[in-house]
């Protein structure tokens, strides 16, 4: 069983940069697809990127795409996402994620989430 612990949140001006990290727990972090999700106040979550377990080009939402960047580190278990160019509309509680090959982000794991808030 996997657990999540993202860190790295705060509060930057427009324009600026953040880096999120996610801890993973278990022993089997190899196996997971994992994910960063954001949901600001009001609004549905969102997917921003993926990087799957096989490696390849990650996944990126239109919203975040060459501004965002996700790597993972399987020496020490971790996903990060790099956050550059940050803009106001992107303040939002962010969560990483991971499931396996198959199953659907809803039935993974999920971290508590870390607050990133941009002001202009």
């Known amino acids: 069983q996997e657990q999540l612990v993202e860190s790295g949140g705060g509060l930057v001006q427009a324009g600026g940069s953040l880096r999120l990290s996610c801890a993973a727990s278990?022993?089997?972090?190899?196996?997971?697809?994992m994910a960063w999700f954001r949901q600001a106040p009001g609004k549905e979550r969102e997917l921003l990127t993926v990087?799957?377990?096989?490696?390849?080009?990650?996944y990126y939402a239109d919203s975040v795409k060459g501004r965002f960047t996700i790597s993972r580190d399987a020496d020490k278990n971790t996903v990060s996402l790099q956050m550059n160019s940050l803009k106001p509309e992107d303040t939002a509680v962010y969560y990483c994620?991971?499931?396996?090959?198959?199953?659907?982000?809803?039935?993974?794991?999920w971290g508590q989430g870390t607050q990133v808030t941009v002001s202009s």
């Open positions: 278990g022993r089997t972090f190899s196996l997971y697809n």
């Open positions: 990087i799957s377990r096989y490696g390849g080009s990650p």
């Open positions: 994620a991971a499931t396996m090959d198959g199953s659907s982000w809803r039935s993974g794991y």
